[in-house]
């Protein structure tokens, strides 16, 4: 059987910095209305905002909605999917 997550593209669409859709979701590592931390086809996936509310998320997708005040949207390392010592200590 084919690993599923391999057939999944890895999309963002930010809309007013008010609206996020994210495809090629695998899994969320956590999130609050500061931060929400995503891992995706293409490694972790760190959203930072105020007022951040995960209003959809489909695990048989991949696909996941985002609405609040978004800040900023940062990729860790593409290869492990996590962020690195460094990174880690200075966020």
Known sequence: MENSTAKMFNNIILEERKRMSVSGVTDV???DEDIIHIY????????KGHDLHVN???VTTGEMNIEGSIDSI???????GK????????K
């Open 29 to 31: 590592d956590r999130f």
């Open 56 to 58: 959809d998320m489909s």
């Open 74 to 80: 940062i990729y860790g390392d593409m290869l492990t």
């Open 40 to 47: 995706t086809t293409l490694g972790e996936l760190t959203v």
């Open 83 to 90: 962020l690195s010592f460094w990174q880690k200590i200075f």
